[in-house]
């Protein structure tokens, strides 16, 4: 989060950066749903399946900085640590995930300062997501801060493999066995291949009706 009168500035407890970071999140969310409902009443469709948000737990902020090698102080938390606010945006399609992010990139006070596409390169793990870390302004009674929020956008089938990946992950503490790493990645092959055939399916669905419509 950067501060329009300067970084850090003004923010000095720990619960000062959890309201501010909360009402980041809940506009990111409003925002998404917002979009949501347009294209719903311009398209027929809802390219949003579902949302997650999260706040980064104090812990896993201290542990970040720590692996970084910085201190924990109140302004290396809002200069450094990129996603203390976490949105998790699930789609059902990998076109939808493109729109989504065209969609962001058009709103006024959105800036994206960071985007990652793991989409069009993926990770060596299979990984496959889009992110992107914005800043939103948050307005309160006496100052407006931006705060950075990260987004992470997927398909289900991508969030499906992203989940298990990341419970395997854990459960190693990053170093799982060869053949499960190697199992994963098979995984992974066959969400890039499940995503592109539902896509063309859904495609061929929608030139049917609308052949029945004309
Ligand atoms: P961090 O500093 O660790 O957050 O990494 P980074 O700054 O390089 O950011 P990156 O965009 O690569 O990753 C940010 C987040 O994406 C992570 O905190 C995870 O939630 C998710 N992520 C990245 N890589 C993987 C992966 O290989 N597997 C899973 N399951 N999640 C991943
Ligand atoms: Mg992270």
Request: with cysteine; net charge negative; aromatic share 8%.
């Amino acid at each position: 989060m950067e501060l329009r009168e300067g970084n850090g500035e003004g923010i000095d407890t720990w619960e000062e950066v959890i309201l501010i970071y909360n009402a980041a999140l809940k506009m990111i969310e409003t925002r998404m749903a917002i979009l949501n409902d347009e294209f719903q009443h311009v398209h027929q469709y809802n390219p949003i399946e579902h949302i997650k948000a999260r706040i980064k737990t104090p812990e896993s902020i201290v542990k970040k900085l720590k692996r970084d090698g910085r201190e924990s102080t109140i302004e290396n938390m809002i200069k450094y640590v990129n996603d203390i606010a976490g949105i998790r945006i699930i789609c059902s399609f990998t076109s939808d995930i493109y729109r989504i992010v065209d969609m962001l990139g058009e709103q006024r006070d959105i800036h994206v300062i960071a985007v990652k596409d793991y989409i069009t390169f993926p990770k060596t793990s299979g990984y496959k997501s889009y992110h992107m870390i914005v800043t939103v302004p948050v307005y309160l009674s006496d100052k407006t801060v931006d705060a950075k929020v990260e987004i992470q956008i997927r398909t289900v089938a991508m969030d499906f493999w992203a989940s298990l990946e990341h419970k395997i992950h854990y459960k190693f503490e990053g170093d799982a066995p060869e053949d499960i790493k190697t199992e994963l990645v098979e995984c992974a092959k066959m969400v890039t291949d499940l995503d592109a055939r539902m896509l063309k399916l859904n495609e061929e669905i929608l030139t049917i009706i609308r052949e029945r419509e004309e």
